[in-house]
T-cell receptor, first 113, second 114 residues
Framework: GENVEQHPSTLSVQEGDSAVIKCTYS??????FPWYKQELGKRPQLIID?????GEKKDQRIAVTLNKTAKHFSLHITETQPEDSAVYFC????????????FGQGTELSVKP | DSGVTQTPKHLITATGQRVTLRCSPR?????VYWYQQSLDQGLQFLIQ???????AKGNILERFSAQQFPDLHSELNLSSLELGDSALYFC?????????????FGDGTRLSIL
């Protein structure tokens, strides 16, 4: 079945720096790749997503890139702020297998003021 | 507020017991997903329903079962509870249940087994 690997598991940056989180997936039939932000004790919150027919998507300080050939996708956060501190999860969904999401292991991002 | 409602927020019970978790999807969404989040396993997909029918199944234990009712709310039943079942249980919903639709999560039910 699908497997999603996420790196790094922890990431510490200074406020204003950029942060990059990378994920790889195993099933080439995966066609949807969302990113979720989860603050301590809260629900996962969808922050950005990308479909397999698109190579890059941007929303203000957040961008996601997808390389279908290499089967990896990345989250880029620019001009980080302390409120960006949270655990970030990548996920993948496979065409024709319903909508189930297979999640990466999560990255704990800490933005130091 | 995601629009997905889960009750109760917290459940404390003992081993061997049975509990029911409830989820109401966002208005207009037809598909409901259940996920388990534990410290050592991360976020794991359990089961998906679409318009009352089971659509996909993950590594859901035989002690666990779910259903989606005509009003589209869903219930996850956990029986013969074990200590290892302690976790956060999230429900998510999406419009169509297809693989490329955004899923929005509820606030979860924290289950503690004593």
């Amino acid at each position: 079945g699908e497997n999603v690997e996420q790196h790094p598991s922890t990431l510490s940056v200074q406020e204003g720096d950029s942060a990059v989180i990378k994920c790889t997936y195993s099933d080439s039939a995966s066609n949807y790749f969302p990113w979720y932000k989860q603050e301590l004790g809260k629900r996962p919150q969808l922050i950005i997503d990308i479909r397999s027919n698109v190579g890059e998507k941007k929303d203000q300080r957040i961008a996601v890139t997808l390389n279908k050939t290499a089967k990896h996708f990345s989250l880029h956060i620019t001009e980080t702020q302390p409120e960006d501190s949270a655990v970030y999860f990548c996920a993948a969904s496979i065409l024709n297998q319903g909508g189930k999401l297979i999640f990466g292991q999560g990255t704990e991002l800490s933005v130091k003021p | 507020d995601s629009g997905v409602t889960q009750t109760p927020k917290h459940l404390i019970t003992a081993t061997g017991q049975r509990v029911t978790l409830r989820c109401s999807p966002r208005s207009g969404d037809l598909s409901v997903y259940w996920y388990q989040q534990s410290l050592d396993q991360g976020l794991q997909f359990l089961i998906q329903y679409y318009n009352g029918e089971e659509r996909a199944k993950g590594n859901i234990l035989e002690r666990f079962s779910a259903q989606q009712f005509p009003d589209l709310h869903s219930e996850l039943n956990l029986s013969s509870l074990e200590l290892g079942d302690s976790a956060l249980y999230f429900c998510a919903s999406s419009g169509t249940g297809l693989s490329n639709q955004p899923q929005h999560f509820g606030d979860g039910t924290r289950l503690s087994i004593l």
